[in-house]
């Protein structure tokens, strides 16, 4: 089985602190993504990554930026965090290749808050 | 480019049936369901790529009407396990697309009571 393990379930930081949330997988995929979940939103994609050292804006890209130095791990950098910043993130993985039959594998997910 | 879910909720007695709808305004090359229950991780249900194909698993199936650009999935005597919010994520073709990149709807939520 596919295992996406995200480094923390809860997180609490304050205001201005640059905080990093880390994602790592097992099975050697491509794709490498982060969502913010928020009640009545769905799943908003944040960034994405198709191989080491590229990233691709998701949707709401503004005050993060990402890191992917390492084929398995996935960092989100939230460069200066904010209380609208408050959300649970999940990191999700896939393989690449023709790419319309592979499913998203996701992690637990982290629920940050900011205070 | 986020598909349009419907209903937004759905409250069940064991047995019986639901349907859920996920329609987009872009042509689709495949649609994606997912299911999340509280506090855990979405599970992958199953994919369909444009063609009309209809797919299953165990009691729930879904079907993908490539004219209406629209998916539905079936939910089929239901159980209470199949609680949760399911969400479509929508994979296109095209200028400005990324194939592996899924758009994903508001979710359904889906309440079955014994």
């Known amino acids: 089985d596919v295992k996406v393990t995200q480094s923390s379930r809860y997180l609490v930081k304050r205001t201005g602190e640059k905080v990093f949330l880390e994602c790592v997988q097992d099975m050697d995929h491509e794709n490498m993504f982060w969502y913010r979940q928020d009640p009545g939103l769905g799943l908003r994609l944040i960034y994405f990554?198709?191989?080491?050292?590229?990233?691709e804006k998701g949707d709401i890209p503004e005050g993060y930026s990402v890191s992917r130095e390492k084929k398995e791990r996935f960092s989100l950098i939230l460069e200066s965090a904010s209380t609208n910043q408050t959300s649970m993130y999940l990191c999700a993985s896939s393989l690449s290749g023709h790419g319309f039959d592979q499913p998203q594998h996701f992690g637990d997910g982290t629920r940050l808050s900011i205070l | 480019q986020q598909p349009v879910q419907s209903p937004q909720a759905v409250i069940l007695r064991e047995g019986e049936d639901a349907v859920i709808n996920c329609s987009s305004s872009?042509?689709?090359?495949?649609v994606h369901w997912y299911r999340q229950k509280h506090g855990e991780a979405p599970v992958f249900l199953m994919i369909l790529l444009k063609g009309g194909e209809q797919k299953g698993h165990e009691k729930i199936s879904a079907s993908f009407n490539e004219k209406k650009q629209q998916s539905s999935l079936y939910l089929t005597a239901s159980q209470l396990s199949y609680s949760g919010t399911y969400f479509c994520g929508t994979e296109y073709l095209g200028r400005g697309s990324t194939l592996g990149r899924l758009y994903f709807g508001r979710g359904t939520q889906l309440t079955v009571w014994p």
């Open positions: 872009k042509a689709l090359y495949s």
């Open positions: 990554s198709y191989d080491v050292k590229m990233k």
